[in-house]
Antibody, heavy 119, light 107 residues
């Protein structure tokens, strides 16, 4: 069974930093692109980042470029999202998601970890 | 960047009704489009990819069509368990933008 478990969310002050983690199981992690998607409270889905199987390609939404960095450790089946210079508008549930083998959308999602940026 | 616009933002229909949701891309994206269903309090679920290919396990009452800039998601016979918000997403190139969502309710 495919499982994605996020952790690391919490309350942080504006300008602060946070590192999210996602541990994958139930599939061959290094065969898949991975994604981060977020959802502000009561709002729609926003794609945040994608990372290739070997970490050699990474893509980000403009609003987080230069502030967020995604990485992966295939030996540990883990995905990370390092977030710095956090803003109130980064408050959201952050989902780790597997991109399908056909690279056609996200076919499995974690339960999410909540990040709240507030003073 | 390519923008994705869904319509309507919400709809209310009766059980058994045919429901259609539209997604329009600001530029052509061929068939690089996915549809997701997010039930209240749940994580999103992939329904359709490549504009019209049903993800494994998704009921056949869901279907997708379109290419280029105009796409539709159709529920042929609305069921109570279909109450959810539906999102389109383009994946032709980064950013993988989502539409703003369409909330479907039962009348």
């Amino acid at each position: 069974e495919v499982q994605l478990v996020e952790s690391g969310g919490g309350l942080v002050q504006p300008g602060g930093s946070l590192r999210l983690s996602c541990v994958a199981s139930g599939f061959t992690f290094n065969d898949y692109w991975m994604s981060w998607v977020r959802q502000a409270p009561g709002k729609g889905l926003e794609w945040v980042a994608n990372i290739k199987q070997d970490g050699s390609e990474k893509y980000y939404v403009d609003s987080v470029k230069g502030r967020f960095t995604t990485s992966r450790d295939n030996a540990k089946n883990s995905l990370s999202l390092q977030m710095i210079s956090l803003r109130a508008e980064d408050t959201a549930m952050y989902y780790c998601a597997r991109i399908s083998m056909a690279v056609a959308g996200q076919d499995y999602w974690g339960q999410g970890t909540l990040v709240t940026v507030s003073s | 960047d390519i923008q994705m616009t869904q319509s309507p933002s919400s709809l209310s229909a009766s059980v058994g009704d045919r429901v259609t949701i539209t997604c329009r891309a600001s530029q052509g994206i061929s068939n690089y489009l996915a549809w997701y269903q997010q039930k209240p309090g749940k994580v999103p679920k992939l329904l359709i990819y490549a504009a019209s290919t049903l993800q494994s396990g998704v009921p056949s009452r869901f279907s997708g069509s379109g290419s280029g800039t105009d796409f539709t998601l159709t529920i042929s016979s609305l069921q109570p368990e279909d109450v959810a918000t539906y999102y389109c997403q383009k994946y032709s190139s980064a950013p993988w933008t989502f539409g703003q969502g369409t909330k479907v309710e039962i009348k």
